[in-house]
Structure formats: structure tokens, C-alpha cells
């Protein structure tokens, strides 16, 4: 049966309050805050960027990601973020590259590294590819047998609290992507969260899809509250929408994103803004269709609106732009972000002077 009805054993319920309930009384007690984004007003502001890959990760060990590093920081950003990548099978299995957590691969440490000697923090943020399987989405990772949904939590705790502790020196992580079908099974995301606690003080959140992050109920073992942030701007394009329609209707997100930090006394991180080349971005940003070069001023103006919103904001730290590959291939096919016109539009809304006038 699917996890909307999978129900956790008793035993392992009660085992897992048992091992949770003192950990987190004791972060309340003390009043816990993580470097870098963390659960209150303390928490820094984040202007990040994403940077993909163009096979399985290890061009970030490349010469490419220094450069890239430091053409994002010259943006205004002061956050990196890279995806590490592990395969999800039909029958639930988890399967990654061999991986010493004692002594992590070049593509992992390069990338923490460089972004230190240049001043940036790092984020951490693992995604499933669920590409060749009958999965047409990581929202869409769901499995019918108990044997699959064992399968699944036992290899995919074993990847996350290995990469976890591979990537110590990071300064977030990220414990899932988008697993939309998994996130009732809130016992089992709760030890996952608990496990890596053990290996790593870095602040932890959960990259929550925009449609489902109010179905997420362990809000309160994480830091921050994660959203990959592709809502829809506007119902439908008309020869009107512009510039203030985009503003009305981020003005709305942000005060439904406002109660929503303020019930669960967390602050809120986009870990993925990112809007194509397309007519239909302000109403499907989550989209794949790119359309001409016409399509460039409303992908501007999508993407302006929304840092914009996000400076305003207070209960919204700030967003890790999707995506920016390493140089020398710096444009990918779709999400593009690294031309001459978003790099003019990120910049004006991320430099100090700009800054100082949104407030």
C-alpha cells in the first residue's frame, strides 16, 4: 500500500519518542541556533545560488568551479549550493557512488573549499534521479510493499548520514528533495533527522515542494523551513499582466509564507526560485517549456519581483537560485541563469546599494 495510508509500527513509534523527546527539549531549553540560517530573527539573510552539474557531480571537483564561485559572489551572493545525486529504483532501492565519509571524493571537497577562500557558504542538497523508472518526478516516489518502503528508508538514511558526514565542513543540509509521497511517515523522517544531527552540527532543513510544505509535520525537528519556491505568481496571463500583477501576487505568497513561519515559530528559505524562458513562467514556473528570445523580459521580470519580495520579507531568509553550471558552460538548456540579462537583474536587486533602497 502507498504511504498516505502506511501507518508507523507502535514499537517504533514509541522508540523513536523515546530517543527524540530529550534532544529536543534540550535545543529549546538553550535556545539552539546554527550558524548560518537557523530557526529565528538571529538567523542570517541568504542570497544563494545553485550550481548544477553537467554530468554526476565530479565536474565540481574541476578547475571551472572556482571561477564559477567567484562570478556568483561578484552577483552579491554570499551562499553556493550543489545537489550530490544518488539513483532511486522501482523497488526502492537507493543506489550512489561509493562513498567514504572518512575521506570524501575531490567533487565533494573541492567545491566546500573554494567556497570558503572566497568568503561563501555552502549548502548541501541531495536529490534523487529518478530518471529510466516509472517515476515521472521526485513527488511522484512512492512504493506498494512494505519490503519496498524498508528498502528505501534503510538505503536512503545510509546515503544521507554518509554524505552528511562527508560534507561536515559545509554550512547547511539539506535531509530530502521533493518526496511529496513520503513526508507522512513523519517517525521515519524524524530518526533520519536525528541520525545526522549526530554527525554534523550544520543547520537542516527539508526542501519542501510549494504545494505540500504545509503537509510537512516535522517542521519543528529542522532549523529552517524549506520550499522549493515555483508558486504560481498569477491564475493566467492577459495583455495586462505586468509588472504590478507579478507584485500583487507575491504580496499574497508572502502573507500566507508569513503565518505559516509564525505558527511554527521557524523562518522559511526558498531552496529553489527559478523561473525559464517562457510565457507561461509567472503561471508555471516550475515548467520545462522554454519559448524565443521574446519571452526574456517576463523571465526578467519573474525573477526581479521575486528577490524583490524576498528583501521585504523578514520571515523569509532569501533563495537559492536555480541553476548556474560550472564555467566554462555556464548556461544550461532550461533554468537558464548565467546570461548577460538575469546576471544585470540579479545584481541590481543583490548589491548593497540596492539593498539599502527595498527595505
Known amino acids: 500500500m502507498g504511504p498516505r495510508t502506511r501507518k508507523a509500527h507502535p514499537t517504533l513509534m514509541v522508540h523513536s519518542l523515546r530517543r527524540i523527546l530529550p534532544w529536543v527539549l534540550c535545543l529549546t531549553a538553550i535556545g539552539f541556533v546554527p550558524a548560518g540560517f537557523g530557526g529565528n530573527a538571529a538567523a542570517e539573510p541568504v542570497r544563494g545560488v545553485t550550481i548544477s552539474t553537467h554530468t554526476d557531480g565530479t565536474d565540481w571537483a574541476f578547475d571551472g568551479t572556482a571561477t564559477t564561485m567567484k562570478s556568483i559572489r561578484d552577483l ?32 565533494i571537497r573541492r567545491p566546500i573549499r573554494e567556497a570558503h577562500a572566497l568568503g561563501l557558504k555552502i549548502l548541501i542538497k541531495p536529490h534523487l ?24 528508508w534503510s538505503t536512503y538514511r545510509r546515503w544521507i548520514v554518509d554524505l552528511a558526514r562527508a560534507c561536515r565542513k559545509a554550512d547547511g543540509f539539506v535531509v530530502g528533495t521533493e518526496l511529496d509521497r513520503t513526508i507522512d511517515q513523519e517517525g521515519e523522517w524524524r530518526e533520519l533527522i536525528r541520525e545526522v544531527r549526530a554527525e554534523t552540527g550544520m543547520p537542516l532543513t527539508y526542501a519542501a515542494n510549494w504545494s505540500d510544505f504545509e503537509q510537512v509535520g516535522f517542521w519543528d525537528a529542522l532549523d529552517v523551513i524549506g520550499i522549493q519556491a515555483y508558486f504560481p505568481i498569477v491564475d493566467s496571463l492577459t495583455v ?70 524576498i528583501e521585504k520579507e523578514p520571515d523569509v531568509l532569501g533563495a537559492f537560485l536555480w541553476k548556474w553550471f560550472p564555467e566554462p558552460h555556464p548556461v ?28
Request: glycine fraction near 8%; include cysteine.
Open 332 to 359: 544550461g538548456r532550461n533554468f537558464q541563469l548565467a546570461t548577460p540579462e538575469l546576471i544585470r537583474t540579479i545584481r541590481s536587486v543583490w548589491g548593497p546599494a540596492s539593498r539599502r533602497t527595498l527595505h
Open 129 to 152: 534521479a529518478y530518471w529510466g523508472t516509472r517515476f515521472t518526478w521526485r513527488g511522484a516516489i512512492t512504493f506498494e510493499t512494505e519490503a519496498e518502503w524498508d528498502r528505501f
Open 240 to 309: 495586462d499582466t505586468g509588472t504590478d500583477a507579478l507584485r500583487e501576487g507575491w504580496n499574497a505568497t508572502m502573507g500566507r509564507l508569513r503565518s505559516y513561519a509564525e505558527q511554527h515559530n521557524r523562518k522559511i528559505i526558498f531552496t529553489e526560485l527559478g523561473y525559464n524562458r517562457s510565457y507561461e513562467a509567472p503561471v508555471q514556473p516550475w515548467a520545462y517549456r522554454t519559448d524565443g528570445r521574446g519571452a526574456e523580459k517576463i523571465q526578467q521580470a519573474c525573477l526581479r519581483t521575486a528577490l524583490e519580495a
Open 76 to 107: 552579491g551572493a554570499d551562499w553556493v549550493a550543489i545537489h550530490p545525486y544518488a539513483g532511486i529504483r522501482t523497488d526502492g532501492a537507493v543506489r550512489a557512488w561509493s562513498l567514504d565519509p572518512e575521506n570524501p571524493p575531490e567533487w
